[in-house]
């Protein structure tokens, strides 16, 4: 139970995203290679996509730190809050786009 407590409090209630955010620096390093790789890949037509269970925020300040501030135009798609496994089978799933300020965005995707 204590287990599940701590959990719940680290993921759902986004503590741990929160702190590592906070100190990125500490976690993360930059990566020109890995901007570099990816960019070799879409040269060479290849389609490249991030899917993630974690929010949006995070994983942008984390590519951010990453590859710099344009870390998105390295990828054709990023999915966030995938709810994985559950995203591989659930025929229901919602998409949303984000707006250019980031906001949820209805309609076709």
């Excluded at 993921?11 to 960019?39: A, C, F, K, W």
Aim: proline content about 5%; charged content about 25%.
């Amino acid at each position: 139970e204590d287990i599940k407590i701590v959990t719940t409090d680290l993921h759902v209630h986004g503590t741990l995203h929160s702190h590592i955010m906070r100190n990125v620096g500490r976690y993360l390093e930059p990566n020109p290679q890995l901007v570099d790789m990816l960019g070799m890949l879409r040269r060479e037509n290849k389609q490249l996509f991030i899917l993630t269970n974690s929010p949006y925020e995070f994983v942008n300040v984390g590519m951010k730190h990453i590859m710099g501030a344009d870390w998105r135009k390295s990828f054709d798609v990023v999915i966030c809050l995938s709810q994985k496994p559950k995203f591989f089978n659930d025929k229901y799933r919602v998409f949303r786009r984000l707006t250019a300020h980031y906001t949820p965005a209805y309609g076709e995707v």
